[in-house]
Nanobody, 114 residues
Framework: QVQLVESGGGLVQPGGSLRLSCAAS????????MGWFRQAPGKERESVAV???????AYRMSVKGRFTISGDFGKNTVYLQMNSLKVEDTAVYYC????????WGKGTLVTVSS
């Protein structure tokens, strides 16, 4: 049984920064990719950033240059550094890991508001 636990969400003003963390627990990891998704109220869940075992990364266009994903597949952890946050970044952020199937965390709320 794999569990992903996110932390680091909260309330921040526009232009501020937050760092999200995700740690996996359980057994039999060997994830192929780890990443972050988000879901804003009334919207579909969308991919934000993903990283693979060799360190290749991909970002959705709206966060490029502001967000940075990093990960340690040996420790089964993934991080998302979010800078220059905008109101439209407000969402529940979910950690994702893939290994033949998707594993999801329960999410952490990020609210960007003045």
């Amino acid at each position: 049984q794999v569990q992903l636990v996110e932390s680091g969400g909260g309330l921040v003003q526009p232009g501020g920064s937050l760092r999200l963390s995700c740690a996996a627990s359980g057994s039999s990891f060997n994830f192929v990719t780890m990443g972050w998704f988000r879901q804003a109220p009334g919207k579909e869940r969308e991919s934000v950033a993903v990283i693979d075992r060799i360190g290749s990364t991909a970002y959705r266009m709206s966060v490029k240059g502001r967000f940075t994903i990093s990960g340690d597949f040996g420790k089964n952890t993934v991080y998302l550094q979010m800078n220059s946050l905008k109101v439209e970044d407000t969402a529940v952020y979910y950690c994702n890991a893939q290994r033949g199937m998707d594993f999801w965390g329960k999410g952490t709320l990020v609210t960007v508001s003045s």
